[in-house]
Structures are given as C-alpha cells and as structure tokens.
C-alpha cells in the first residue's frame, strides 16, 4: 500500500513540477516571441524603405527617359508606343547595387517611363501640327 502511496505522491509532484514549470517559462516564451516578432517588423520595415527608395529612384530614371523617347517619337509621327521600346521592357537603365531591390526599381521605372513617353508624347505631337498649321 505504501508503494502505490508513493507513487501516486510522484505523479502528483511532478504533475504539479510540470505545471509551474510550464507557467514559468510561458511569459519567457512570450516575451521571445514578441522580441523575434518586433525585429521582423523591423527588419521588414527597413526593406519596404530600400525598396521605396528604389522604385522612386527607378520612376525619376524612368520618366526621364520615357520623356525623351516620347518626344522623338511624337516629333516624327511615329506610333503612340511605348510598351515595345527596349529601355521599358528591360527596365534597368540608371540601376545601381546600391539603391536595393531591382525588381522595385524595375517597377517604378516602367511606371515612370509610361507618364514621361505618355506626356512629351502628345507635348510633341501638338507642337509639330501647330507648326504645321502656322506654315
């Protein structure tokens, strides 16, 4: 009788060990979580700069070059057509390492390029038949 005294009295104990052990270590747990959690939001957040910085940087290179292909093209009659053009499909010229992700930066260069083709493009094209008409 004593023995199965006994090792009732361990389960017990350890039954009671493990749950103060486990209530013990939970807000460690949670706190750590909370740690790894906030540095992921950190880190998150500085990339989501990086790759702002490169998309803005990509739509400014972008635009410029967008404008000047638009305004050849509007002065010489050609097509409205910016999609075809190598400079946009490619979407890499003025990239450096250093400005981050290459595929924001794509991504606002092509944005850019469509508003300055689409701009200096119909800018052209009205300044060459006004030309025209004043002859």
């Given amino acids: 009788m004593r023995t199965k005294h006994k090792s009732i009295r361990r389960i017990l104990v350890l039954c009671c060990l493990g749950m103060l052990i486990s209530l013990g270590l939970a807000p460690s747990a949670q706190a750590q979580r ?3 959690s906030f540095g992921w939001e950190e880190n ?4 989501r700069e990086h790759a702002r910085f490169a998309r803005e940087r990509g739509y400014q290179n972008g635009y410029t070059e967008g404008s000047n292909h638009g305004r050849i093209d509007g ?28 595929f ?4 606002g ?5 469509a508003r300055g083709y ?13 030309y025209w008409h004043r002859r």
């Avoid at 409205?80 to 979407?91: C, E, H, L, P, S």
């Fill in 75 to 102: 002065s010489r009659g050609f097509a409205f057509d910016y999609a075809n053009k190598r400079d946009y499909q490619v979407a890499d010229e003025g990239f450096r390492r250093e400005y981050g992700d290459r």
């Fill in 34 to 36: 909370k740690w790894l």
């Fill in 118 to 130: 689409e701009s200096s493009y119909q800018a052209a094209v009205d300044e060459r038949h006004s």
């Fill in 104 to 107: 924001a930066y794509q991504e």
């Fill in 109 to 113: 260069y092509r944005d850019g390029f």
């Fill in 44 to 47: 998150h957040h500085e990339e």
